[in-house]
């Protein structure tokens, strides 16, 4: 089993990166800075050089993109566009991209969060995205050729990166372990479309 990792030195990637490294002896793990596996998921032509120089994958997980965070009053349209061309575009691009890379019945994990579903100040910008990935995964999940799956994980605010007695989007953070324990246990089915949500 080949895997994938985008995103491997943030706190969902780093920890879902070195807990499949314990079960797994081919996880690559993939970000801008990485010196082995450069990728910028923004630029096709970087997903696309990133894959060339890789194995067929069996799983691509993706956990990079940002979003910026402002009151929804001040809000730009170039602020939106941030979004729109990181976490929303960077990864349908992957998926278009992955799709002609991976090996049949490959799965493929995008990340989403919370706010997808829930509200929380200054994040319209974010909600945006997630919602977006959340009806391409149920749309784009049809067409995907050789049984390829096409799942996202949404997750609540990460404990330890926030308080974890504060509320955010209405929700307690979550767990890091229970997070991975969600991407893992999308390994293992074969289910596609799917939002997976732990929050
Ligand atoms: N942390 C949370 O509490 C939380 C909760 C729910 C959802 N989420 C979502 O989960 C995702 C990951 O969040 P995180 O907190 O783990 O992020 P993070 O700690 O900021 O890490 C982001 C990772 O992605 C890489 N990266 C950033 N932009 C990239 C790009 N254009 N191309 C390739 N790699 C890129 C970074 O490395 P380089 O800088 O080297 O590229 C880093 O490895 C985000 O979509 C976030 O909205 C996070």
């Known amino acids: 089993m080949k895997i994938l990792v985008i995103g491997s030195t943030g706190t969902i990637g780093a920890a879902i990166y070195n807990n499949l490294k314990t079960d797994y ?7 801008r800075n990485s010196k082995s596996c450069p990728v910028d998921i ?3 032509e970087s997903i696309q050089a990133l894959l060339d120089k890789l194995p067929q994958l069996d799983i691509i997980i993706n956990t990079a993109g940002i979003a910026v965070w402002k009151p929804f009053s001040n809000l730009t349209e170039e602020d939106y566009l941030v979004g729109i061309q990181s976490k929303l575009m960077g990864q349908v691009n992957l998926v278009h991209v992955a799709q002609k890379y991976v090996n049949d019945n ?7 969060g919370i706010l997808g579903e829930h509200y929380e100040p200054n994040t319209v910008g974010s909600s ?8 391409f995964v149920n749309s784009a999940s049809n067409e995907l050729p050789r049984g390829i799956r096409l799942n996202a994980v ?7 990166a926030f308080p974890e007695d504060k509320k955010f989007a209405g929700y307690f ?11 893992r246990q999308i390994l293992n089915n074969s289910g596609t479309g ?6």
């Open 194 to 199: 799917g939002v997976y949500k732990i929050y």
């Open 106 to 112: 490959a799965s493929i994990l995008l990340t989403t």
């Open 154 to 160: 949404a997750p609540g605010a990460i404990a330890g």
């Open 25 to 31: 002896d081919y996880v690559y793990g993939a970000h």
């Open 42 to 44: 923004t630029k096709k």
């Open 173 to 183: 953070p979550v767990k890091i372990e229970d997070v991975v324990g969600v991407y």
């Open 128 to 135: 945006l995205i997630n919602g977006a990935i959340h009806s």
